[in-house]
Nanobody
Framework: QVQLVESGGGLVQEGGSLRLSCAAS????????MGWFRQAPGKEREFVAA????????SYAASVKGRFTISRDNAKNAVYLQMSSLKPEDTAVYFC?????????????????WGKGTLVTVSS
């Protein structure tokens, strides 16, 4: 069983920045592919960013590329999402995700564990 706990959400003005954190349980965190997804009000959950087990490979949704950066610290069992130049359309609940089988998260269907989410609200 892997537990994921997100933190760092909040209210920020358009153009501002936030850093989300996800703390993971388990002794094998360095073998988990990790990612972030988000769900805006009235919309389906969507992919935001993913990072490989070692952190050497990252991928981003087109809507956040160049503004968001995903990183991880395997010594701290943590993954982060640095968000900059935030827009009102980034408003959503952000979820941390872990895949224990694949080297990288490519879709929601491969995710084994989800956090409960943290709310990010961007005001205009």
């Amino acid at each position: 069983q892997v537990q994921l706990v997100e933190s760092g959400g909040g209210l920020v003005q358009e153009g501002g920045s936030l850093r989300l954190s996800c703390a993971a349980s388990g002794r094998s965190f360095s073998t988990y592919a990790m990612g972030w997804f988000r769900q805006a009000p009235g919309k389906e959950r969507e992919f935001v960013a993913a990072i490989s087990q070692s952190g050497g490979t990252t991928s981003y949704a087109a809507s956040v590329k160049g503004r968001f950066t995903i990183s991880r610290d395997n010594a701290k069992n943590a993954v982060y999402l640095q968000m900059s130049s935030l827009k009102p359309e980034d408003t959503a609940v952000y979820f941390c995700a872990a895949d224990l089988a694949l080297p990288a998260i490519t879709s929601q269907r491969s995710v084994d564990y989800w956090g409960k989410g943290t709310l990010v609200t961007v005001s205009s």
